[in-house]
């Protein structure tokens, strides 16, 4: 595994430099681009790159960056293969050629990666600044889901919830609010924002006076039920429930038909494929082999008249 030593610091000329250790299968620049919010973290363009550094024969790099903003914004570090265009991520994997990390005008962050695979994975902080909170976050759903990669489905959920409520605790207890931001999206808050209204409504009231992209881009996600709310726009909301209430009720009458087309032992399944199982979840949980399993879930798939498991789980 690749070990990157950061140094930050505060200085009047902030700089970013250091050493990365790449294979000839990359290209011999790396690029700083700006993450204008938590939900661009996964994107890219050409607008996002705000600067790149020529990659010497050992691997040494340096960007000026006095022209960034005083306040503490989202960047990342990417370089792209040989092969590929500049605005390439790879997310995952080997091959990841990225990692964020916050920074301003003032900062001062030196890099040394002393491996290839990947080139930005398990990054060690030498001192402890905002990124050293800020990487903890990524190393740990990394971590995480390592190990949930490697287990049956009952202990994957186990492991998930259980990385939110960290998550969320970080984000409760973290006094920067980019680090706290940061938690919150790694804790897919989209489909937990239910079950845990209470905590994002209190979370919002800490934050109410952080005025930027990144806080502006979760409220919107996020939007905090007004108990004033008005009378005509609660009417066209019970008319479209009402509507969708209708073509739910046909659908489900249709889907329930073809389910009572099922055999005891494919509706079971079918229970299973709901929840994301794969082959071997069902193979170990009815302890039968995966050729059977394969032939159940066509028998499945066909009884339903649907063309994957994915469609199943929607």
Do not use: C
């Not at 209708?246 to 229970?271: A, H, P």
């Amino acid at each position: 595994m690749n070990s990157i030593n950061v140094i930050g610091q505060n200085s009047v000329s902030g700089k970013i430099k250091g050493r990365i250790k790449i294979d000839s299968s990359w290209s011999s620049k790396i690029y700083l681009s700006y993450i204008p919010t938590f939900s661009d973290i996964h994107s890219m363009s050409n607008e996002m790159i705000i600067a790149d550094s020529k990659i010497d024969s050992i691997g040494n790099f340096e960007f000026n960056i006095d022209f960034l903003p005083k306040e503490q914004k989202l960047y990342r570090l990417h370089i792209s293969k040989k092969a590929d265009s500049k605005t390439s991520l790879i997310i995952g994997g080997l091959n990841e050629n990225y990692f964020a990390f916050i920074a301003n005008r003032d900062s001062k962050l030196e890099f040394k990666a002393t491996s290839t695979n990947p080139p930005f994975k398990n990054i060690i902080f030498e001192t402890q600044n905002e990124n050293f909170e800020f990487q903890k976050i990524t190393s740990l759903v990394f971590k995480k889901d390592s190990i949930s990669s490697l287990s049956g489905l009952s202990k994957r959920n186990f492991i998930e919830n259980r990385l939110n409520e960290e998550l969320l605790n970080i984000a409760d207890s973290s006094s920067n609010s980019l680090i706290s931001l940061y938690a919150i999206y790694k804790s897919n808050f989209e489909s937990n924002y239910i079950s845990k209204e209470k905590f994002y409504k209190s979370y919002l009231d800490k934050w109410s006076k952080i005025d930027n992209s990144y806080f502006n881009d979760f409220r919107k996600k996020l939007p905090i039920k007004n108990s004033k709310s008005n009378l005509t726009r609660n009417i066209i909301l019970s008319i479209i429930l009402i509507i969708i209430g209708f073509v739910l009720g046909k659908l489900r009458f249709i889907k329930n038909n073809r389910i009572k087309r099922l055999s005891v032992q494919e509706r079971k399944i079918y229970d299973l494929l709901k929840k994301g199982a794969t082959n071997k979840d069902i193979s170990d949980e009815f302890n039968i082999g995966i050729s059977t399993v394969k032939s159940h879930v066509s028998n499945i798939l066909n009884k339903l008249k649907v063309k994957s498991r994915k469609e199943i789980m929607d």
